[in-house]
């Protein structure tokens, strides 16, 4: 005789809260959460199944049920204080004895992790001053926004004893940028130190409420001469990097950085071009990494002499946050560097938002099955198929794709089995190179993109689904004052680009969001329904149906940096958009009494 419990959460997006269908009237409460409501959204929550127990009297029997229940509601009411979030109670109907709990979760606390400067993984000096390895003049900046109903924001430092507020245009704190007719809270730091964490206390939870920002490195001397970018990035229990190549003249180092309070054990899984299943590494498979502190791990010396590299990072006790620093050497020749971030989860459409202006372009492929891959082009008069490919499963796969056509902007690579898959575009100066990696982007209705340090860039929309997106776009400058906006139709399986200083002067942060989607969304508005269902076992689960509208909208900014360019090198790097789509989820706890003969 058994009794078993299981909590659950369905990943969504949610218009509406979950309805009592038992006709209670429903309750909203919010709650209050410390810095260490710092988790990630995305992932599923773990299975709390309670013990079996063996025969007992009936009597025991309904006093265990009730005690496991109450404990395993204790332990869903646990996640979603642990989220920060607004919580609203339902029960459903009992389905032989069940019972279920379920609980809508509207992220509440948001951080994002931004990283210290591009830097070499050795700096140290052997033999003869010119042939010594050097990072140059090289600096870093940061620029970070939120948007929206943001009660507070801040920049600190990792340890947590440094705060910068952000501030809007009018130098008011976060919480009163409602009142500066549009304006956004900004704040912008030197990178050249240290990491930073980007912390944010959302008043609600709706799209285009959120924190956003980027750094970028660059640098006219030295081994690291270019530019390097990234969007600042969420932490997660779960992440896959996609690395080039750790042949000879490459360094991979992973940066892992854990914000919280309590230590995280992170293990290391990864897949090579050199066979298929697993590689062995030669270093450590575990590591721990210390609260509020940073750990790095050279990949290259963990998985030598592969041309290209997938790379999974799992954290079994809280969400880190990670990066890879991605540089390349030939001799004494600068061949680029740039940083790697996760790749969107797999799929069997992977888009990778940028390829404008990246030179010659290899796509990346992974599969853990056999896959049949197309790979096409997102061009302004629509798809162009560039190669089919096939991958095989568990091993990494590198396709050429040689120049970008004219007028091709993004890829895009559709596969039978779920995929993950990079670009890397690489522009040739002789004795310097630059390098930028374009990751796989999931879809959202509302962007954010901020361009620090005297970028210039070409911002690139594109459109995955097969319906015409009509875009609306707002120009901000450094300080947070809007600029201009404007419209832009992106046609189905297209892209289009523009220049952000179109939006009006000094234009370097932009917001783009899906018009069509939110037109649809207030069309649908109080549609949503949840409901109590039973599985042919009799657990009952919640499920639901949101009024919140599909979209096919990418977003990210090619970019270049006045100063590399006028010392006449290549300078290329990427800035994908930060996805400022309501954040929710529902979690459930269901009490299952079932007889096992």
């Not at 309070?261 to 590689?279: E, H, K, M, P």
């Not at 990210?556 to 994908?576: N, P, R």
């Amino acid at each position: 005789m058994t009794e078993g419990m299981h909590a659950s959460e369905d990943n969504h997006y949610h218009d509406g809260l979950p309805q009592n269908t038992d006709g209670a009237e429903a309750v909203q409460a919010d709650l209050d959460f410390d810095d260490d409501s710092r988790y990630d959204f995305t992932q599923a929550m773990p299975v709390v199944q309670a013990p079996i127990g063996r025969r007992a009297t009936t009597k025991r029997r309904l006093k265990k049920a009730r005690t496991v229940t109450v404990a395993v509601i204790s332990a869903a009411l646990l996640i979603v204080a642990t989220l920060g979030a607004t919580i609203v109670p339902w029960r459903g109907a009992d389905v032989q004895g069940s019972a279920v709990f379920a609980a809508q979760v509207s992220r509440t606390q948001q951080q994002s992790y931004c990283p210290q400067r591009m830097a070499l993984a050795d700096t140290a000096s052997y033999g003869d001053s010119a042939f010594q390895v050097s990072e140059g003049n090289i600096t870093s900046q940061a620029l970070v926004a939120a948007a929206g109903s943001v009660e507070s924001a801040a920049l600190v430092n990792l340890a947590g004893t440094q705060s910068t507020p952000l501030q809007s245009a009018s130098q008011q704190p976060a919480s009163q940028q409602a009142q500066d007719d549009g304006s956004l809270s900004v704040a912008s730091a030197s990178m050249n130190s240290n990491s930073l964490v980007a912390s944010a206390k959302l008043a609600d939870s709706s799209d285009g409420t959120g924190m956003f920002g980027s750094v970028a490195s660059w640098a006219t001397q030295g081994d690291l001469s270019g530019l390097s970018a990234t969007q600042c990035v969420a932490a997660a229990t779960q992440q896959r990097f996609v690395v080039p190549s750790t042949q000879t003249g490459w360094t991979q180092q992973l940066v892992i950085a854990n914000p919280g309070s309590t230590a995280a054990a992170v293990s290391l899984t990864a897949w090579g071009t050199s066979q298929q299943g697993a590689l062995s590494l030669a270093t450590a498979a575990t590591v721990t990494v210390q609260a509020q502190s940073e750990t790095t791990v050279n990949l290259s010396a963990a998985a030598n002499a592969q041309r290209g590299l997938v790379v999974d990072v799992d954290s079994h006790t809280v969400p880190v946050a990670a990066v890879v620093r991605s540089v390349s050497m030939d001799g004494l020749n600068p061949n680029g560097s740039d940083y790697v971030t996760a790749s969107a989860a797999a799929s069997t459409t992977q888009v990778m938002p940028t390829v404008a202006s990246l030179g010659t372009v290899t796509v990346a492929l992974f599969s853990m099955d056999d896959a049949m891959v197309d790979v096409s082009w997102l061009t302004k008069n629509g798809r162009t198929q560039a190669q089919q490919v096939k991958v095989y499963s568990q091993q990494v796969t590198l396709v050429d794709l040689g120049a970008v056509p004219d007028g091709a902007y993004a890829l895009e690579a559709t596969s039978d089995s779920a995929i993950t898959a990079q670009a890397i575009g690489t522009r040739d100066g002789g004795k310097q190179s630059d390098f930028a990696i374009s990751v796989s982007q999931e879809s959202a209705r509302v962007f954010g993109v901020a361009l620090p340090g005297n970028l210039t860039a070409t911002l690139v929309l594109s459109n995955s689904s097969d319906a015409d997106i009509t875009t609306a776009l707002t120009g901000y400058d450094a300080s947070g004052k809007k600029v201009g906006t404007t419209t832009m139709k992106v046609a189905a399986g297209s892209a289009a680009v523009l220049d952000p200083a179109k939006l009006g002067t000094g234009a370097a942060i932009v917001v783009v969001s899906d018009s069509d989607a939110a037109s649809s969304d207030e069309q649908t508005a109080g549609t949503a329904d949840t409901t109590g269902r039973a599985d042919k076992a009799g657990t009952t689960d919640a499920t639901e149906t949101t009024g919140k509208a599909e979209t096919g909208l990418h977003v990210a900014a090619s970019i270049s940096q006045s100063d590399v360019s006028a010392a006449s090198l290549q300078g290329i790097a990427v800035i994908e958009g930060t996805s400022l789509d309501a954040a929710t989820s529902l979690v459930t706890a269901s009490r299952d009494q079932r007889i096992i003969s």
